[in-house]
């Protein structure tokens, strides 16, 4: 039974995570027979291994989740090609033989099922081919896109960045016309204190100052 463990994760569990989940991509297998297996070797559940990767890892390896899905049709193909092989050489009967040794191993075929064999091979042969050129092509674009999307995210970083260092030098310098405004203020303020304090003086006819009541 799988123990479930309640530590964070390490930098060696996203790798063992990563490098199983690919293995299965590549051979045709469930992304949850690679979560139970990676589960078995770091003492985690399925589903915790699944969400690392849905949330987390997969992120981080989506070229090589694409380069494994292509090795994975590659090889799709070639077992393909491999039946139709054997599909074609089992059409060869005994009746198409020029002869045959009593141990029932050919030793001549005859011209036409040769023909027909080589014709049908080819066809698959280039059918192969023209898909595996398809796939190498969709790869590249997949690559050149991801390329794309990371200047994009580049570009996008570097104007945020920029952005944010606008707001903090306006905000300086909001702070500060505040702060200008604030002693303007209280400048006013004592000017209007000192003319009152002017304005309760008066000269008397004498030539003294006498103070207004």
């Known amino acids: ?83 139709a092989f054997a599909t074609v050489s089992s059409t060869v009967t005994a009746s198409e033989t020029a002869t045959v040794r009593t141990d029932g191993i050919v030793e001549e075929l005859s011209i036409e099922a040769i023909i027909r064999f080589l014709r049908q091979w080819k066809g698959s042969y280039q059918e192969m081919v023209r898909h595996q050129q398809q796939l190498e092509k969709e790869l590249d674009e997949k690559q050149e896109e991801l390329e794309r999307l990371r200047q994009q995210n580049e570009e996008l970083s570097k104007r945020v960045n920029h952005v944010s260092s606008d707001y903090r030098v306006v905000n300086d310098d909001y702070k500060a016309l505040i702060q200008m405004l604030d002693r303007a203020r209280k400048l006013a303020i004592l000017d209007e204190q000192e003319q009152e304090e002017k304005s309760r003086f008066k000269i008397d006819e004498h030539g003294n100052l006498e103070a207004i009541e």
Not at 13 to 42: M, N, P, W, Y
Not at 53 to 67: A, H, L, M, P, T
């Open 1 to 83: 039974m799988t123990a479930i463990r309640q530590d964070a994760w390490s930098e060696e569990d996203d790798l063992i995570l990563a490098d199983v989940t690919l293995r299965h991509i590549r051979e045709g297998s469930t992304q949850l027979s690679a979560f139970e297996e990676v589960g078995e070797k770091i003492g985690r559940t399925a589903a915790a291994c699944g969400f690392r990767w849905n949330s987390f890892v997969r992120k981080k390896y989506e070229s090589s989740i694409q380069i494994a899905k292509a090795q994975r049709q590659k090889r799709s193909q070639q077992r393909k090609h491999a039946a």
